[in-house]
């Protein structure tokens, strides 16, 4: 009889631990779907140490393996808005009012996209210049550096197309700004061949 409840009293207590060690994965937070367009007030919240914040923000808890695959992401301190998102292994470059950008290179593995990384901004560098040519044809470009918590910067340039539209009405309803991405080569040979109003 003391051998038959000692065997119990042992089986118990492995599945005590065993629930234990599941919710102790569980509480770094990398289990909870945080949206990617949350309000500017949510985005600083730690979600884990605050859950009573969660149904506020939209930030739900996934009960299975998809949590893997859920986009995460970490905001840029500028220009304002712009954010890395990851899904799955893609990293996109977001602005606001305007199509992603997918990133490429090394920079995909050295950027960390845990909870705790969620509440620290990148703090990337921006330059933005604008060019005029002879016939007043405005060009505007930009050349972000992206450092990684690997300790390197990545550089990254882009031009913003003027936006098309025979009146500011259309022009807005046309997808915002459509930032096309460019080589740094060219993105420095226009600044040396041209003069550049730096904003």
Not at 1 to 29: E, I
Not at 58 to 73: E, S
Request: proline residues 5%; glycine residues 6%; hydrophobic residues 35%.
């Amino acid at each position: 009889m003391k051998c038959k409840l000692f065997f119990l009293t042992a089986s118990f207590l492995l599945v005590s631990l065993t629930q234990l060690s599941g919710c102790a994965g569980s509480s770094n937070g990398e289990d909870l779907e945080v949206p990617t367009n949350m309000p500017p007030i949510c985005r600083d919240i730690d979600f884990v140490s605050q859950p009573d914040m969660r149904e506020m923000c939209g930030v739900r808890k996934v009960h299975n393996r998809a949590y893997k695959n859920i986009p995460q992401q970490r905001y840029l301190i500028k220009p304002a808005e712009t954010s890395i998102v990851k899904t799955r292994d893609n990293l996109e470059l977001r602005f606001q009012n305007a199509l992603p950008l997918t990133l490429e290179g090394p920079i995909v593995d050295e950027l960390e996209f845990s909870q705790d990384k969620r509440l620290q901004k990148i703090i990337n560098t921006y330059d933005y210049h604008e060019i005029y040519s002879k016939g007043n044809k405005r060009l505007r470009i930009f050349k972000m550096g992206i450092p990684t918590d690997k300790g390197n910067v990545y550089h990254f340039c882009f031009r913003v197309p003027e936006r098309k539209g025979g009146n500011e009405r259309t022009r807005s309803k046309a997808m915002g700004n459509h930032i096309e991405a460019m080589t740094c080569e060219d993105y420095d040979m226009l600044l040396q061949n041209n003069v550049a109003d730096k904003r």
